[in-house]
């Protein structure tokens, strides 16, 4: 059971993490002139794809 939870920390950080550096890059490249529309709701899709991974690991299945 404690290994369970530590893989789900883990997974945590690192979903934390890249989801961090998605907002850092996405506001980053909105402030440019030039900005690739396109990409940029790519990059605003995975991170909010990354964020409700991430709620759903922190309230687990049953709180859905």
Do not use: F, W
């Not at 404690?2 to 402030?31: N, P, T």
């Not at 396109?38 to 690991?57: C, D, G, V, Y």
């Amino acid at each position: 059971e404690g290994g369970a939870y530590m893989a789900i920390e883990q997974r945590l950080r690192e979903l934390d993490a890249r989801h961090r550096d998605l907002d850092i890059i996405i506001k980053s490249e909105a402030q440019h002139p030039s900005v690739d529309a396109t990409r940029l709701s790519a990059m605003k899709r995975q991170k909010l794809k990354l964020k409700e991974e991430i709620e759903n690991l922190r309230h687990g299945p049953d709180h859905n």
